[in-house]
């Protein structure tokens, strides 16, 4: 509850999706519909964002899904109710509906959808059992080719499975652009904290930019507390 309220104060225009670890465990709904009266409306989960800004459109995918295709926990059934994956697609492409063509399309989710492969190191690859499978969300997927018909998204944000994976010391694919131009983008660094070699504290965020409604920059970075750069990942260029 305490990151809700201190997310609400962010003085920045801010759009939130819960994810799994978000929902409680009171199996009622009650911790998650508190959540969400908490976030109101940043929480974009099956909507668009409704702000001011006339330069950007961002949508939410299912709510608190934990990947693995299509599945609801008891909490987001007592939040949301028995919602199918046919009504969940068609929640998602709704709110697609409801972004200008004019301005990019933006799609927020906690897990990323199927499709982008089933190694472990895929953005969605399940890395902690043998075989790994692609462990996206089958809703997601469903409602992006749905979209597609009528407009490219631009790019579609996500985390769930993290970016150190669970065997060696390998790391998973974090950036994926598709034949259609979309940017899937893991967000999912694992701890968000960390040391660096002199023991200072370093946060990590993902980093995207726009210009002129075309995505021109992608790149994972990491801070300083005083807010200087001490390091980043460049995924994506255009200069």
Known sequence: ???????????IPTAVILGNHDRGSDRTGEVLRHQLN???DLHC?????Q????SLGVIGGRPCSSGGGFRLSQEVLGAFGPITL????????????QVPVSIPLVILAHSGPTGLGSDASSPCGRDWKVPSLDWGDK????AITKIREKRIPDLIVFGHMHHSLKSGSRSRSTFIKDRW???YLNA?????????????????LSWVEFIDGKLTYVAHKWFRKDASLAGEHILLEKK
């Open 1 to 11: 509850m305490r990151l809700a309220k201190a997310i609400r104060k962010l003085p």
């Open 38 to 40: 908490l976030l109101g």
């Open 45 to 49: 989960g099956w909507r668009m964002r």
């Open 51 to 54: 702000w001011k800004l006339s």
């Open 86 to 97: 046919e009504e969940s697609v068609r929640r998602i492409i709704l709110a697609a509906d």
């Open 139 to 142: 809703d997601l997927e469903l």
């Open 181 to 183: 131009g979309t940017v």
């Open 188 to 204: 999912a660094s694992v701890p968000r904290h960390v040391k660096d070699s002199d023991g200072h504290t370093l946060r990590h």
